[in-house]
Structures are given as structure tokens and as C-alpha cells.
Nanobody, 123 residues
């Protein structure tokens, strides 16, 4: 199983970025896809998840209304669209997945991880 995250970069406050995570080696459509972030000196933080099946999403309070998570089963890719970025969003962002047909909210239960992509929000 391989998860390839991309799309990070440097952006000014108020800007936008879209992260992508392409997966291979598993049945993409059967998996929920989580996004996480880790800022320097802090623990990894769950950001949100998109479900298998109906594609419903859950996002943490601090990003709700600014971030959206989506998935394209035809491309084996999940996306994290980040709008109105703030300096406190600066972190390395990771995608991850749990076992098939498991919808996991929070840090525990994810077994496959991407390599991370750096997002820096700075003026």
C-alpha cells in the first residue's frame, strides 16, 4: 500500500491550497480517508475524514467552514481543500486510512500513512 500526498507549499494568510493524496495497493472505494497535521513541537492532530460509501465528512471545529475533504474513487485520490488559511494551520499534513469499511474519527485506528506534505502560512 502506498499513499502519495502532494500539494503543500507556502501561502499568505487568507490564501488557499488543495492537498491531494493518491493511493495504490488497496481497494480505494472501500476505505475512509483521514487527514492529519503536525505542527512543530506539537502532537499530530486529526483534521477530518471522508467516509467510504456516501462520502460524508467530519471536520474538527477549527477548520470547519474553511476546509473540505472530498474523494474521487475513479482516481484513487482524496483531497483536502483549504481556504482562508491562517498561520496556525502551518504544519505537515498527512493522509491516512484504516481498515476497509471502517470509519474512524480521531487519531487511533489508522494503519496506512502517506509521507506528509508541508503547508506554511506566512506573510
Amino acid at each position: 500500500v502506498q499513499l502519495q500526498a502532494s500539494g503543500g507549499g507556502v501561502v499568505q494568510p487568507g490564501g488557499s491550497l488543495r492537498l491531494s493524496c493518491e493511493a495504490s495497493g488497496l481497494n480505494f472505494s472501500r476505505h475512509a480517508w483521514g487527514w492529519f497535521r503536525q505542527a512543530p513541537g506539537r502532537e499530530r492532530e486529526f483534521v477530518g475524514v471522508v467516509a467510504y460509501g456516501n462520502g460524508g465528512t467530519v471536520l474538527i471545529d477549527s477548520v470547519r467552514g474553511r476546509f473540505t475533504i472530498s474523494r474521487d474513487n475513479t482516481k484513487n485520490t482524496t483531497y483536502l481543500q483549504m481556504n482562508n488559511l491562517k498561520p496556525e494551520d502551518t504544519a505537515v499534513y498527512y493522509c491516512a486510512t484504516a481498515r476497509p469499511n471502517h470509519f474512524v474519527i480521531g487519531n487511533d485506528g489508522y494503519i496506512y500513512w502517506g509521507q506528509g506534505t508541508q503547508v506554511t502560512v506566512s506573510s
